[in-house]
């Protein structure tokens, strides 16, 4: 059993444990902490060794409008005794802060499911603000669902008093208080909670004591409160996992962390250039503190400017980094031709989120794809890695480090909000495993008499990476075209033929050291294969084992090396006689494979800002074998 | 690499065995000179020197110096040079950019490596017109430039680079003129000054612009229309018998005739480099009623970026042990012996 600091709460009635899983989830006003709370409940699930997997969904307004509709942020979690791959489909339990959180989230939550409301914000200019005529926990329209409605607001504020805050700090409060009630819910333990609040707080401790007082009302009401059916206390039990040290980790924090490592298996100082962007930001600020890794970062000027600064931190010698977001990405464009040309290394991440335009700032979309493989003038080809969930970012960081120094490439990280934000279960790499790539920077001054060729290449191809400052190897680069060997501008046209070929090989050169395309769940040869890429290997995945479950010959690809793609997918994709390609796109991977192996490669589209859920995937599947 | 006292080079070791690609007659060329016999009185080596440039005709530069050359894309020349600068400090960063490259489409990124001061020369060749593109009026045009996208005349009014410098906090601002004796001391001032040193270069377009300084730079208005400014030494022009007078009641300058050199009499001005009032004034004189103000006209020292980057790095990186796993490992974490049984 995971020792997981075995925090019970004292010597309370042991609650009957079970196995499965639960999906919660937290809905309240942006101001009113939903992300906070959520994000605790998570840490104190992992800690009970559940495995879990969340989504944060939340506007893109910092403070939106009290009480409207469009400012309700939500977070919720699926927690349990068995593999969990996706965020769940619906919610059973739904936590509803006010009656816009009520209104945008009930329709989402499973018949017969709870309803916790805070009775306290049901009053009549919020129920207006909902667009409720009636007030709905009075009114009977929730009968499908378990009721429960407190009136938090109201016990905060009493279980707080001693400590003499004003009523609006009182009742900032009030989503501990609600965390309390949910930690109760699932016996979970409060001590992390504690420290953290201690932690938080070590200024302002009357702040801290207040905040633990409300966690603590809220747990005891849980406890002594006499309450209907589905308000009993839940255990669920630990997930079997390999043993080892586990934490929880966002795929922001997971790709900051890589990128380190990868810098330090490449043996290069990393230089990271970045601009604020939703949702990428998260990188450049987990970066930013880290300066003992060697790592400098840069706020520049614009999106052009972060990229700029890292291909001439890169030509300089170091891991030269930038990330954004699609709008930023386009941005980047030219400037990651000219890395291209100029055959340096360099990472870019690209944390997805819902386009075109501006779009959708704080929802996932994985549309993206085309802009990575094919959004640069001229014939630009680089590699592009897709991540899956937080933890496969770590190792999808160090391969782009590695791909990028031993191809004299820049490489594309797609990412997107949702594994951005999103936490998961991680157990802690011995980062000794990692086989190191060290850089061997170019610095053999030529002959008497002979000239540097910066761009004689080596059996992959790559060209040599000399530093400036290296005496005897001054040379020239820059983004027109130049001859193949000394890198003098060249605009012949057998040259440029070549130089396009030459390039375009390199790239396809990648294929040679990535591993052969694997099948995540099933066979060859089955009667359908679900192929899909990104965020969505959960729901997929989910979906397919379902199926299989049921006896449905599918099964379940999952790429990961965009472009160049596996050698061998072709023809494993050809052993199948349907192909279905799920993603929150309008069918981008889909045109991919399409292209590249000439298979019927059939779509599955969503674009609602939402990941998939597994009983879309389930549904598409049956039609598809239908 | 970095010797106390580098081998001296001379200005051979400076030239590329590049065939030069400029138009016959273009100021470019004087430029190019004036900076490779510059370069041997510098005391530095060629190896540890990075030219970096945008797009236009100035930006084909670096190809003709034979030190390590960036080549980059249009107006971005700053962002790299300052990945550059940060990536190894060691390196002697020089910008080559134009009146385009730095003001219209790279104007963002001058105002931020000059504010950022990053420890750079920034050499802008302005002739007030786009070369490379076949002779469109740029941001430094003057109103009524006709040209093929302005065929009845332009009527944005220009900026002035030094002036735009110096609003975006430059730290050293020069002018120097293409053909120009002084031209490699203003370079040698440029290159002394720690920290951003901007340098406005009016070059001469042959082709495009022919002679759009001429008001200034021609031999025979030259005396009147120059005015070389000297640190500590009188503000003083047409062979020392006029000079800059600073008007304290209406807060201007204006231009006085010297008699028999007295120009403490006159009341002219001695030049104080790092008077920020003055330069800002310095460099908006209205050419006619003024002289042109040439040579170091501010030059005031701040910390530098990648100096205050570095820094701050190795203070915030002071007593933490760069340990990996330690880092991967952090956060609350917790320990799965054996995989649980079900109950």
């Not at chain 2, 050359?69 to 950019?97: M, Q, S």
């Not at chain 2, 302005?126 to 593109?133: F, M």
Request: proline share 7%.
């Amino acid at each position: 059993m995971a020792t997981a600091h075995s925090i019970e709460d004292g010597g309370r009635a042991r609650v009957p444990h079970e196995q499965g899983a639960v999906v919660v989830r937290f809905a309240g006003d942006s101001g009113d902490g939903m992300q906070l709370t959520g994000g605790q409940f998570t840490l104190s699930t992992a800690l009970a060794g559940n495995d879990l997997a969340t989504f944060p969904d939340f506007p893109a307004e910092i403070r939106a409008p009290q009480g409207t509709l469009f400012g309700v942020s939500a977070f919720q979690i699926n927690f349990g005794s068995t593999s969990i791959e996706t965020a769940g489909d619906e919610p059973e339990v739904l936590i509803a802060m006010n009656p816009a959180a009520l209104k945008t989230n009930v329709d989402a939550l499973t018949p017969g499911g709870l309803i916790i409301a805070d009775a306290g914000e049901f009053g009549a200019r919020n129920l207006a603000k909902a667009g409720y005529a009636a007030d709905p926990l009075e009114d009977g329209s929730l009968a499908r669902w378990q009721l429960l409605s407190i009136d938090i607001s109201a016990l905060t504020i009493e279980a707080v008093k001693p400590f003499g805050l004003g009523n609006k700090e009182a009742l900032r409060c009030k989503n501990m208080w609600t965390l309390g009630l949910a930690l109760w819910m699932f016996d979970r333990p409060r001590d992390p909670i504690t420290d953290w609040l201690k932690a938080k707080f070590a200024a302002k401790p009357e702040l801290a004591e207040a905040n633990i007082a409300a966690l603590n009302a809220g747990h005891a009401y849980g406890e002594t409160a006499e309450i209907g059916y589905a308000f009993r206390q839940r255990h669920i039990d630990p997930a079997p996992t390999a043993p080892g040290l586990y934490r929880t980790i966002t795929g922001a924090e997971a790709i900051s962390l890589g990128l380190v490592a990868g810098a330090r298996l490449a043996g290069l100082p990393m230089f990271f250039g970045g601009y604020p962007i939703t949702p990428a930001s998260a990188i450049l600020h987990h970066l930013a503190r880290l300066k003992e890794f060697e790592v400098t970062t840069f706020q520049a000027e614009d999106e052009i400017a972060a990229i700029c600064a890292a291909i001439g931190a890169s030509y300089a010698g170091s891991l030269g980094v930038t990330s954004s977001s699609g709008p930023g990405i386009a941005l980047k464009g030219e400037a990651m031709g000219l890395a291209i040309m100029t055959e340096l290394p360099l990472i870019i991440v690209n944390s997805q989120r819902g386009g075109p335009s501006t779009g959708l700032p704080t929802k996932t979309e994985q549309s993206d794809l085309y802009q990575a493989v094919y959004g640069r003038n001229g014939d630009a080809p680089l590699p592009v890695i897709a991540v899956r969930s937080p933890a496969d970012a770590f190792d999808c960081a160090i391969e782009a480090v590695r791909i990028a120094t031993q191809f004299m490439t820049p490489v594309i990280i797609l990412t997107d909000g949702y594994i951005a934000n999103a936490a998961e279960p991680w157990r802690v790499p011995d980062h000794e495993v990692y086989q190191a790539f060290p850089v061997d920077f170019f610095d053999e001054s030529p002959r008497e008499g002979e000239k540097f060729n910066p761009y004689r290449r080596d059996a992959k191809l790559a060209r040599p990476w000399v530093r400036p400052g290296t005496p005897g190897l001054t040379h020239r680069i820059g983004g027109i075209e130049k001859s193949s060997d000394s890198g003098n501008i060249d605009y012949s046209a057998s040259n440029h033929q070549r130089m396009t070929d030459i390039r375009a090989r390199k790239v396809l050169n990648v294929a040679d050291t990535i591993p052969g395309q694997d099948i995540a769940l099933g066979e060859p040869g089955e009667k359908l294969a679900v192929v899909g890429w990104g965020s969505t290997f959960g729901p997929i995945h989910q979906g397919v084992l379902r199926a299989r479950d049921e006896g449905k010959s599918v099964a379940h690809i999952h790429i990961r090396y965009i472009w160049p793609m596996p050698k061998n997918l072709g023809d494993l994709l050809k052993t199948y006689d349907r192909i279905l390609v799920p993603e929150l796109n309008t069918g981008q991977l889909k045109t991919l494979l399409r292209d590249q192996f000439l298979v019927d490669a059939r779509p599955l589209n969503k674009v609602s800002g939402h990941p998939f859920r597994i009983a879309e995937i389930e549904a598409a599947i049956e039609a598809s074998l239908g | 690499m970095n010797d106390m006292t580098p081998i001296p080079t001379t200005i051979k070791d400076w030239e590329t065995d590049q065939e030069v690609r400029w138009c016959p007659g273009c100021g470019d060329y004087a430029v190019l000179k004036a900076v490779q016999r510059t370069m041997p009185e510098l005391g530095v080596r060629p190896e540890n020197t990075v030219f970096v440039s945008g797009i236009g005709c100035s930006s084909r530069f670096p190809y003709y110096m034979e030190t390590y050359g960036f080549h980059t894309i249009h107006g971005r020349a700053p962002a790299f040079a300052t990945g550059i600068k940060l990536a190894n400090p060691e390196l002697d960063v020089w910008i080559i950019t134009g009146d385009g490259d730095a003001l219209s489409i790279g104007g963002n990124h001058t105002m931020h490596v000059l504010r950022r001061n990053l420890d750079c020369q920034i050499l802008l060749f302005n002739n007030e017109i786009y070369g490379l593109t076949k002779g469109q009026y740029s941001p430094t045009s003057r109103m009524g430039t006709r040209s093929p996208s302005t065929p009845f005349g332009s009527v944005d009014s220009p900026v002035s680079p030094c002036a735009y410098a110096l609003g975006a906090g430059a730290r050293f601002v020069a002018r120097g003129i293409d053909v120009h004796k002084k031209l490699p001391e203003v370079l040698k001032a440029a290159h002394r000054h720690k920290g951003a040193s901007f340098v406005e270069i009016f070059q001469n377009c042959i082709v495009y612009n022919d002679e759009v300084f001429g008001a200034f730079t021609e031999k025979k208005a030259a005396a009147d229309n120059q005015i070389w400014l000297e640190a500590g030494e009188p503000m003083l022009f047409a062979g020392g018998a006029k000079g800059i007078i600073l008007d304290k009641e209406r807060l201007r300058l204006d231009v006085v005739d010297v008699t028999d050199g007295d120009w403490r009499g006159a009341g002219v001005i001695v030049h104080e480099p790092a008077n920020r009032a003055v330069a800002h004034m310095l460099v908006e004189m209205p050419l006619g009623a003024f002289p042109m103000a040439l040579g170091v006209l501010y030059d005031d020292p701040h910390p530098t970026f990648d100096e205050v980057v570095r820094m701050q790095n190795a203070q915030a990186a002071k007593g933490k042990s760069a340990d990996l796993q330690a880092l991967i490992a952090k956060g609350q974490t917790w320990q799965v012996e054996k995989e649980p049984r079900a109950e």
